[in-house]
């Protein structure tokens, strides 16, 4: 069974760092376009942030978040990661990672896993 899975989400400070690692189950993370997204507390819907194909094409959502999270993929390991920087309190939110065969995931095709927190104290 093709499985996702999240992690990486703690409790940072404002101002730190986090490096969130996507990894799969049941079948090969680098052949999918893997994305990220985030959905706080209290929002209906999530939000996305980013998105790599399987040959490295970055596409980025929201203008907010340019520059401060940064998606990356080792084939090596087989692993998607986010990296956000300069954390924000409005960044708490539970994160997501999720494939696609060709397009980048969303909440009408491909497939998610369970998420990770991460909160950020004001």
């Known amino acids: 069974q093709a499985q996702l899975v999240a992690s990486g989400g703690g409790l940072v400070q404002a101002g730190g760092s986090l490096r969130l690692s996507c990894t799969s189950s049941g ?9 990220w997204s985030r959905q706080a507390p209290g929002m209906e ?8 194909s399987a040959n490295n094409v970055i596409t980025d959502y929201g203008n907010s978040m340019k520059g401060r999270f940064v998606i990356s993929r080792d084939k090596d390991t087989n692993t998607v ?27 009408q095709s491909g497939f998610w896993g369970q998420g990770t927190q991460v909160t950020v104290p004001s």
């Open 27 to 35: 079948f090969t993370l680098n052949d999918y376009t893997v994305g």
């Open 45 to 52: 819907r999530r939000e996305g942030i980013s998105c790599i």
């Open 81 to 107: 990661y986010l990296r956000i920087d300069d954390l924000k309190p409005e960044d708490t939110a539970v994160y997501y990672c999720g494939a696609d065969y060709i397009n980048c995931p969303t909440t």
